[in-house]
């Protein structure tokens, strides 16, 4: 059974950091993408970043280049998303996503991390 556990929210000041970490089980990406979604309150959820599991190929929205990085680690099976230069409109709820084609979002999803960005 394929699981995603997600950890690394919080909350922090505008303009400060987090990196968010998805440890995967249950299977490898190996010939797919994975990467992060998050949800704002009242709104839908919107694709952050992506990564291809086998090329290191990366893609971010628009609202987050620049400023997030996402990265893997192979052997730990593990993805992450460093966040930096965080704004108050970066709060939201993390999803870590399994299998995406392009920025369509894959059938694996994790629980979800909560990150808060004060003014």
């Known amino acids: 059974q394929v699981q995603l556990v997600e950890s690394g929210g919080g909350l922090v000041q505008a303009g400060g950091s987090l990196r968010l970490s998805c440890a995967a089980s249950?299977?490898?990406?190996?010939?797919?993408?994975m990467g992060w979604f998050r949800q704002a309150p009242g709104k839908g959820r919107e694709f952050v970043a992506a990564?291809?599991?086998?090329?290191?190929?990366?893609d971010y929205a628009d609202s987050v280049k620049g400023r997030f990085t996402i990265s893997k680690d192979n052997a730990k099976n593990t993805l992450y998303l460093q966040m930096n230069s965080l704004k108050p409109e970066d709060t939201a709820v993390y999803y870590c996503?399994?299998?995406?084609?392009?920025?369509?979002?894959?059938?694996?999803w994790g629980q979800g991390t909560q990150v808060t960005v004060s003014s």
């Open positions: 249950g299977r490898t990406f190996s010939n797919h993408a």
């Open positions: 996503n399994g299998d995406l084609a392009g920025r369509r979002a894959g059938e694996f």
């Open positions: 990564i291809n599991w086998s090329s290191g190929g990366t």
